[in-house]
């Protein structure tokens, strides 16, 4: 019986078109298993991408301290564009003025951040923050949770935040 399992292949091997045939197979099948291999990595470091951006974003917008904060608040516009980044920007002299006359400090730390949704150039994130905030009404501290959705767009590169809301 083993001799025969061995004839027969002999014969398929012998034929020439058989063997093209099955190099083609095996050519499309490995260069199919490579692309979508390729594909997943791409996606996979969007992902850890996006997620960094909104975790620093977070982070930025949930710490500030009134004794620096125009260095605290350009990072949180450097990580910021569209709508997002103009109202910040709009509301800065204000929110100095505020910061300062409250002595308020906010030192964020970003729990937990999950993509909700992305494609190539777009994206909305969860994030869970907690902060402590002192200021002249609560010189002790006090411990703020905060719910975030971000929506971030890939521009020039980098991801930056265009939108973020307050959610639950």
Same mark, same amino acid.
């Given at each position: 019986m083993a001799a025969r399992r061995t004839d027969g292949v002999k014969?398929?091997?012998h034929h020439p078109l058989t063997l093209i045939v099955a190099t083609v197979l095996t050519t499309a099948s490995?260069?199919?298993l490579g692309f979508r291999v390729y594909e997943h990595r791409e996606a996979?470091?969007?992902r850890q991408d996006i997620l960094a951006a909104a975790r620093q974003s977070a982070l930025n917008f949930t710490s500030l301290d009134y004794r620096h904060y125009d260095r605290d608040s350009a990072q949180v516009l450097k990580g910021a564009t569209g709508? +997002?980044?103009e109202q910040f920007a709009g509301q800065a002299e204000e929110l100095t003025k505020l910061v300062a006359q409250n002595r308020s400090v906010s030192e964020g730390q970003v729990l937990e951040a999950?993509?909700?949704r992305s494609d190539e150039d777009s994206a909305r994130v969860l994030v869970v923050a907690d902060s402590k905030v002192t200021n002249v009404a609560v010189p002790e501290g006090e411990a703020?949770?905060?719910r975030l959705q971000l929506d971030?767009?890939?521009e020039d590169g980098r991801w930056l935040t265009s939108a973020v809301e +307050?959610?639950?």
């Open positions: 014969r398929l091997l490995a260069l199919w996979e470091q969007r709508d +997002f980044k999950g993509v909700v703020r949770t905060y971030l767009v890939l +307050f959610v639950g």
